[in-house]
C-alpha cells in the first residue's frame, strides 16, 4: 500500500513517468496485432450467433406426466445427439415441455423426437416439431445498427464540443471502434456462442470505453491547456502527463469495475455453465479490460500524433525544449538533480497557491505569477532546521 | 450541539437527498398499500415466466400471407409490445406463418385484445350522421357535434359546391377535378363484394357520378336503405360492415351512440406516421386540455391537406371526417382549417387516458391484417431460479471485493465508498420496482448483471473525486480547501462522462427495439443514480468529514494522509493552526 501510495504520489509529480505517448509505436503495434487476430476470427471463423439470432427448430412434448427436473432432462435427451450447443427448455402450461434448439436437419428431427420420447415417456405422437424464426430478427438488428450508427455521430459531436476539437472526438471514437472490434473478435476466436445478452455486454463496453477516455482525456485537456500557456512541455509530454496522473485512477477503476465482473464470471464458469450471466460477464470483462487499455495506450498517443502535426503544437515543442535545456543547463550548475521535470516545484509556492496541477512538476524557481524566486525561498524558510518525515525517523 | 458553520451547506445538500430517498419509498409504500404496486421488483421473462401466445396472422379478404408480411407483422407487434412500456417481451415466428409472443408476467384481456386487434385505418369524410338511439346522448368522441340535432333531412342538402353529374362525363370530371383520382378506383368497386350479408345492403354505385369524396350524390338509395337498417346496438350487424376503401360505408362509432355514411377512404393509416397524446399547449403554457397531435408522412400530409381544405368550408355534418378503425368510427372531429403542415391536432372532452387510447389505436393502425389467437399457456421461466440466486450471489461477492479493494487503498475514505454504494443500491432499488409499478419495467437477468456492473461505474465517480482531492492534497492545500477544489475539477470530469454514458443509454433506448430497451432503461437508470448518489451524498458527506479532526489533520488511516501522499509542504490551515507542524507537535506531546 505505501509502495502503492508512492508509485502514485511519483507519478504525480513527474519522479516516475511512464512513456505512454512517447513509445507509441509499440502500443500500436500491440493493437494492430490484436485486431488483425480479431480480423481472422471475424472473418475467418465468423461469429456463432445464438438460436435468438437464426431461429432455430422446436419441439412441444405434450401430455407430460413427470415434469421433475424438466430442465436438465430436457436438456439431456437434445445433448446425447451432440448437436450442439444452445438448448433452450420451458415448460408451457402445466403438462408440456418446449425445447428450442438450433435448426436441424431433417433426420436429425426424427431423432430428437425419439431421444425426447423416451426421455419424457410419451409416443411420439405427443411431439410436435416446428421451425422457429429468430426473436432478434434482423430488423432488431437493424434497429441496433442504426442506434449505434446515431450514438456515435452524436458523441462525436458532444466530446467535440465539449473539448473544442474534434481530434479528441476523432481519438475517442477510434479507441472505441478499437475496443469493440478486439471484443468481438475474441468471442469469435474463442468461438463462444453471441446471445442477446452478449450484445448488451458489447453495448455496454461502448459506454465504459467512452467513459473511460474522458476521464483521461479531460486531464490531458487541463494539462495541455496549462502547458500551451507556459510553454514549459511539447504536447505529448503534457499529455504524458496527464495519463500518467490519472494512471492510478485508471488502475483503481478498472481493478473496481472488474471484480464484480470477475465475480459474475467464476461464478457462471464454475456453478452456472454457459447462460446469459457467462455470456455478459465474458463480454464485459474483455471489454473493460481492452477499454482500460485503450484509453491509456491508445487514445492519447492517438491524440498527441494528431495534435504534435499541428504549426501551433510544434512551436510549442520547440519553446519546451528550448525551456526545458535552460533548465537542465540550470540544475547541472546549482546542483546535480538529473531530470528536469522530476524537480520538486511545489517548495516556493506552498499552500497558498491555486494552480496546483501541473506546476509541480514543471519545474521550480518562479512564483504563481512568474516571477523567479529568491534561491533562499526555492528552498523554503531558512534556518529551519530540516527534519526527516516522520516515517523515515 | 451547535452546528458547525461550516457544515451548514453541506448539510441542507444531504437533507435534500434523505427526502428523495424517503419520498421514493414513501411513494413504493403508498402504491403497495393503495394500489397495486408491489415492493419487489418485477422480474423478466426470462426470470419469472410469463405468457406465451401465438397468433395467426389474417390479411382481410382471405389473401394468402407471404413471408414479407409475415416479417411486418412482427415489426408491428413488437412495436405494439414496446408501445406498452419497457418489458423485455420476445416476438417471433413458428412454422413459418404463426406470431409466437412470450410477454413477461401475466396479460389481461385488454392486452391481448389490443395485441391482436385489426387494425384498418382509414379518414372518411362524413356524408350523413345520425344518433343510433332514438334519445339524442352527446358522444364523446373527438369533437363531434352534438347528436341533438334533427334527422337526416336536413343534413342531406347537398352543398352549394357540389353538382351531381351524369356518369358519361365522369372521365371529364375526373381530369378537372384532378386531386381526387377516384375514377378508377371507382370502377374497380363496381363489383360488389362477395363477403356481406344479406341482412345488409352494402351501399353500390350512386346511379350519378359524384364530383368528389364529400358529394352526397355517394348516398345512394341502397346506403340509405342500410343506414336506417343498421343498428349499432347489435353486434351482429356490426360485424357485417364492409369497409372497402373506395366505396362510402355506414357505421356506427366505437361507443354505439351514432352512425354514420361516411365517403370514399382519403387518408389510410399507414399514412400517419405518428401519434401522441398530451396536454395542449399555448403560449401560456398547458391549457389543461387533452388533445392527440397527428403527424402524416409527405402522401398523407396532401391527402389530409385535400380533405381538410375541401371540407373546412362546408356546413356541418359534411365538415366532419370519421377515422375508421377496425369498420367502426373511434373519432369524428370536425375539420377547422386547412391542415396542410403535415401535422394536425385533436381536441375535445378527452381525459390524459382517453387520448392516450386515441393516439395509440392512431399510431398502430397502420397495418392491414387481423390476429387470431390460437393459443395462450402459461411459461416458464427460461433459466432456472438458481441463475438469479447465484447471479445474486456473485454481485454481493463482487460488492465485497469492492468494498475491500478501497478500504485497502483509500482507508477510512473507502468507508465512505461503501456507504455511497449502499445509498446507491437503495435508490436504485427503489427506483427500479417504482419504474416496475408505472412502466411496467421488467428486471431480466441481463438487467441485473447491468447494475452489478455499473457498481463498478459508479465506485468510479468516487475514484475520480477522491483522486482528484488527493492530488489536492499533494499540492499542498489543506484538507478542505483540496476537497472544494478538488469537488470542483472532479464534477466536470464526472458530469461530462456521465453525460456521455447517458446518451448512449437515450439513443439506445428510443432507436433500439425491445430486447436492447430494458438493458438501456438500467443504464440510464443507474448514470443518473450516479450523479444523484456523488453530488448529494459524496461530495456533501467528504465536506463535512473535512472538518473533522480525524479527516482534516490527515490522520494515518485517513486516507488523506498528506505525508503519504508526498506533500511536503507545510500547509495553514486557519485559525492559527498548521496541518503537518500541528500533527508533529502533537506527535512529540505523545512521545514527551
Not at chain 1, 157 to 170: C, D, E, I, P
Not at chain 2, 461 to 472: A, G, L, N, Q
Request: proline share 5%.
Amino acid at each position: 500500500m505505501s509502495n502503492f501510495a508512492q508509485f502514485g504520489n511519483d507519478l504525480y509529480t513527474g519522479k516516475r513517468s511512464i512513456e505512454f505517448v512517447g513509445r507509441q509505436k509499440t502500443w500500436y503495434a500491440v493493437s494492430a496485432i490484436l485486431l488483425v487476430l480479431a480480423a481472422i476470427g471475424l472473418f475467418g471463423r465468423q461469429l456463432n450467433v445464438g438460436l435468438e439470432f437464426r431461429g432455430g427448430s422446436e419441439f412441444r412434448v405434450s401430455s407430460v406426466t413427470n415434469l421433475d427436473n424438466f430442465e436438465t432432462r430436457g436438456k439431456n435427451a437434445v445433448g446425447t445427439l451432440d448437436t450442439g450447443s444452445d438448448v433452450v427448455v420451458t415448460k408451457l402450461g402445466t403438462n408440456t415441455v418446449r425445447i428450442q434448439t438450433e435448426r436441424f436437419q431433417n433426420n436429425l428431427t426424427d431423432k430428437v423426437k425419439t431421444a425426447l420420447a423416451s426421455e419424457f415417456k410419451v409416443g411420439e405422437n405427443k411431439i410436435t416439431a416446428s421451425t422457429i424464426g429468430a426473436s432478434w430478427g434482423a430488423s432488431v438488428s437493424q434497429k441496433a445498427i442504426t442506434a449505434l450508427i446515431w450514438f456515435l455521430v452524436l458523441v462525436s459531436l458532444v466530446l467535440a464540443l465539449y473539448f473544442r476539437t474534434w481530434k479528441m472526438s476523432l481519438s475517442a471514437v477510434i479507441a472505441l471502434m478499437h475496443d469493440l472490434v478486439i471484443t468481438v473478435g475474441i468471442y469469435a476466436l474463442a468461438g463462444f456462442e453471441v446471445s442477446p445478452a452478449s450484445v448488451i455486454g458489447f453495448l455496454t463496453i461502448l459506454g465504459y470505453s467512452l467513459y473511460d477516455t474522458v476521464v483521461v482525456f479531460d486531464k490531458v485537456r487541463e494539462n495541455t491547456l496549462e502547458a500551451e500557456g507556459n510553454g514549459r512541455l511539447s504536447y505529448s509530454q503534457a499529455a504524458n502527463q496527464a495519463v500518467n496522473q490519472t494512471l492510478i485512477r485508471s488502475i483503481n477503476t478498472s481493478v473496481v469495475a472488474l471484480l464484480p465482473v470477475a465475480s459474475i464470471l467464476f461464478i457462471g464458469f464454475f456453478l452456472l455453465g454457459p447462460g446469459t450471466l457467462l455470456d455478459l460477464s465474458l463480454a464485459l470483462f474483455v471489454g473493460i479490460a481492452v477499454g482500460t487499455y485503450s484509453s491509456i495506450f491508445i487514445a492519447t498517443p492517438v491524440l498527441a500524433d494528431l495534435r504534435e502535426r499541428e504549426p501551433a503544437m510544434k512551436e510549442l515543442k520547440k519553446r519546451a525544449m528550448r525551456y526545458q535545456a535552460a533548465q537542465a543547463r540550470k540544475e547541472s550548475t546549482v546542483s546535480s538533480a538529473g531530470n528536469p521535470l522530476a524537480q520538486d516545484g511545489s517548495t516556493g509556492t506552498g499552500g497558498a497557491d491555486l494552480q496546483g496541477a501541473v506546476h509541480a512538476s514543471s519545474g521550480s524557481g518562479t512564483s504563481a505569477t512568474g516571477r523567479p524566486l529568491h534561491p533562499n525561498a526555492q528552498t523554503g524558510p531558512r534556518n529551519q532546521p530540516k527534519r526527516p518525515p516522520k516515517s523515515k525517523r | 450541539m451547535a452546528i458547525n458553520p461550516h457544515n451548514r451547506g453541506p448539510l441542507r445538500t444531504l437533507s435534500v437527498l434523505i427526502v428523495i430517498v424517503l419520498g421514493l419509498y414513501g411513494l413504493l409504500a403508498a402504491v403497495h398499500i393503495w394500489g397495486d404496486g408491489q415492493l419487489t421488483p418485477k422480474l423478466g421473462l426470462d426470470l419469472e415466466g410469463g405468457t406465451q401466445l401465438i397468433l395467426e396472422p389474417k390479411i382481410v379478404g382471405d389473401q394468402k400471407i407471404n413471408e414479407g408480411q409475415v416479417l411486418k407483422a412482427v415489426d408491428i407487434i413488437r412495436q405494439r409490445v414496446d408501445g406498452s412500456g419497457v418489458a423485455e417481451a420476445e416476438v417471433t415466428t413458428q412454422g413459418g406463418g404463426n406470431i409466437v409472443i412470450s410477454l413477461p408476467g401475466s396479460p389481461d384481456k385488454a392486452t391481448i385484445a389490443a395485441l391482436q386487434k385489426s387494425s384498418q385505418l382509414r379518414f372518411r369524410v362524413v356524408l350523413r350522421e345520425d344518433s343510433a338511439t332514438p334519445t339524442p346522448v352527446p358522444t364523446s368522441t373527438g369533437t363531434a357535434t352534438s347528436k341533438s340535432t334533427a334527422p337526416a333531412t336536413s343534413k342531406s342538402t347537398a352543398p352549394a359546391t357540389s353538382t351531381p353529374k351524369a356518369t358519361s362525363t365522369a372521365k371529364g370530371t375526373a381530369t378537372t377535378a384532378p386531386k381526387s383520382g377516384f375514377p378508377q378506383a371507382l370502377a374497380a368497386a363496381t363489383t360488389p363484394a362477395p363477403t356481406a350479408k344479406p341482412a345488409t345492403a352494402k351501399p353500390t354505385t350512386p346511379a350519378v357520378k359524384p364530383k368528389n369524396a364529400s358529394d352526397p350524390a355517394w348516398i345512394t338509395p341502397d346506403a340509405e336503405k342500410a343506414f336506417t337498417a343498421l343498428d349499432c346496438a347489435n353486434p351482429k350487424s356490426i360485424d357485417a360492415i364492409v369497409d372497402d376503401p373506395a366505396k362510402p360505408m355506414v357505421t356506427c362509432s366505437t361507443d354505439g351512440q351514432a352512425k354514420y355514411i361516411l365517403g370514399r377512404a382519403e387518408v389510410l393509416g399507414s399514412e400517419i406516421k405518428n401519434a401522441t397524446s398530451g396536454l395542449q399547449q399555448s403560449q401560456g403554457g398547458a391549457t389543461g386540455v387533452y388533445e392527440v397531435r397527428l403527424d402524416f408522412n409527405p402522401a398523407g400530409t396532401k391527402s389530409f391537406c385535400d380533405v381538410t381544405s375541401r371540407i373546412v368550408s362546408l356546413e356541418p355534418p359534411f365538415n366532419q371526417f370519421g377515422i375508421v378503425l377496425d369498420n367502426q368510427v373511434i373519432s369524428a372531429p370536425v375539420a377547422q382549417a386547412a391542415l396542410c403542415s403535415g401535422n394536425a391536432s385533436i381536441t375535445g372532452s378527452f381525459t390524459a387516458a382517453s387520448s392516450k387510447v386515441l393516439a395509440d389505436q392512431l399510431k398502430f393502425g397502420a397495418l392491414p391484417m387481423s390476429f387470431a389467437l390460437q393459443t395462450r399457456d402459461d411459461i416458464s421461466p427460461q433459466l432456472g431460479g438458481d441463475q438469479l440466486s447465484r447471479g445474486l450471489l456473485a454481485g454481493l461477492i463482487g460488492l465485497l471485493l469492492v468494498v475491500a479493494y478501497s478500504l485497502f487503498q483509500y482507508r477510512a475514505l473507502g468507508l465512505l465508498t461503501v456507504s455511497s454504494l449502499v445509498i446507491a443500491s437503495t435508490l436504485t432499488y427503489a427506483a427500479v420496482t417504482l419504474f416496475g409499478w408505472s412502466y411496467g419495467f421488467r428486471l431480466t437477468m441481463a438487467g441485473v448483471t447491468g447494475l452489478i456492473v455499473s457498481i463498478g461505474i459508479i465506485a468510479d465517480s468516487f475514484i475520480i473525486y477522491f483522486e482528484r482531492v488527493r492530488d489536492e492534497v499533494r499540492d499542498g492545500r489543506a484538507l478542505r480547501a483540496a476537497v472544494e477544489t478538488g469537488w470542483a475539477r472532479a464534477r466536470r470530469t464526472i458530469l461530462i462522462s456521465d453525460g456521455v454514458n447517458f446518451l448512449a443509454a437515450v439513443v439506445l433506448y428510443v432507436l433500439a427495439a425491445s430486447n436492447v430497451r430494458g438493458f438501456a432503461f438500467t443504464l440510464m437508470l443507474t448514470t443518473i443514480i450516479d450523479i444523484i448518489v456523488v453530488m448529494l451524498f459524496t461530495h456533501p458527506l467528504l465536506s463535512i468529514l473535512a472538518n473533522t479532526k480525524f479527516f482534516g489533520e490527515g490522520h494515518k488511516w485517513s486516507g488523506l494522509d498528506p505525508e503519504r501522499l508526498g506533500a511536503r509542504t507545510v500547509s495553514y490551515t486557519g485559525r492559527g493552526r498548521v496541518t503537518i507542524a500541528a500533527r508533529r507537535a502533537a506527535a512529540e506531546g505523545n512521545q514527551s
